[in-house]
């Protein structure tokens, strides 16, 4: 069941993105039940712990079923964490493809990504505190990462004129993967080498330096493989 709620959030996630005619009215209904879900379980984790939440009281606060609830979440973490990064990865897409076609590729994913991850308010600043005091929460905050390949391997695709899908998924996972990579070293408890291993379940991350800068080094290597993969499409 964790397995296929995992997958069916997924793919909501990239149709989301990608699909541009107005959703129809059992679309709306269920994006009005995704989002009736996560913000119940942001503010019953806010309220009362995250430790303190059970899934079956996140679907009554949001008016249905535990077994409604597993349509569209894992685990209660997958569901809090959502409160604040869905939409995340389609909006990378998205900045993606209105970079002018001049720009180069490996420059807008970049930028894409460090705008998407940096630019939050007060509410995502809150709520990444309460994140990084659990290890399980954490460790959903980072999995949301994997959710970047599938809308970004479509826009990659595009910019490689459509004849270059098995590249753009190769270049669209490594970003996810990068930008995993660099979470993890940006959330790294401060002396602890050994993320995340020696994290305690009630211990506080400490973010450590500048999240910019740590995406950018983690995406830098990537570079080469976006411009061979473009000088292909110009020869």
């Known amino acids: ?47 009362r712990g995250p430790d303190n939440v059970r899934v079956e009281e996140i679907a009554e606060a949001a008016g249905v079923s535990p077994r409604t609830y597993n349509n569209y979440f894992a685990s209660r973490e997958q569901a809090i964490v959502a409160a604040v990064t869905a939409g995340r990865e389609a909006r990378i897409a998205s900045a993606v493809a209105a970079r002018p076609a001049g720009v180069r590729l490996a420059d807008a994913v970049t930028e894409a990504v460090v705008e998407q991850y940096t630019n939050t ?32 391997t479509t826009v990659i695709a595009e910019r ?12 669209a996972a490594s970003v996810a ?20 291993e ?8 400490v973010p450590s330096g ?6 950018r080094a983690a995406l830098a290597p990537l570079a080469p493989a976006f411009d061979a993969a473009e000088r292909r499409i110009q020869s």
């Open 1 to 47: 069941m964790c397995v296929h709620a995992s997958l069916r959030a997924r793919s909501y996630a990239w149709h989301a993105g990608t699909v541009t005619t107005p959703p129809g009215l059992r679309e709306r209904k269920k994006q009005a039940t995704r989002e009736a879900l996560r913000e119940a379980a942001l503010r019953l984790a806010v309220e």
């Open 121 to 152: 308010g007060g509410r995502e600043r809150e709520v990444l505190l309460l994140i990084t005091t659990r290890t399980p929460l954490l460790d959903a905050f980072l999995d949301t990462t994997a959710d970047i390949e599938p809308p970004l």
């Open 160 to 171: 490689l004129g459509g004849a270059e899908a098995p590249t753009a998924r190769v270049l």
């Open 177 to 196: 993967a990068a930008v995993r990579i660099a979470l993890e070293g940006w959330l790294r408890p401060a002396g602890n080498a050994g993320f995340p």
């Open 198 to 205: 020696s994290f305690g379940a009630g211990g506080l991350v």
């Open 210 to 215: 500048s999240l910019p800068d740590q995406l």
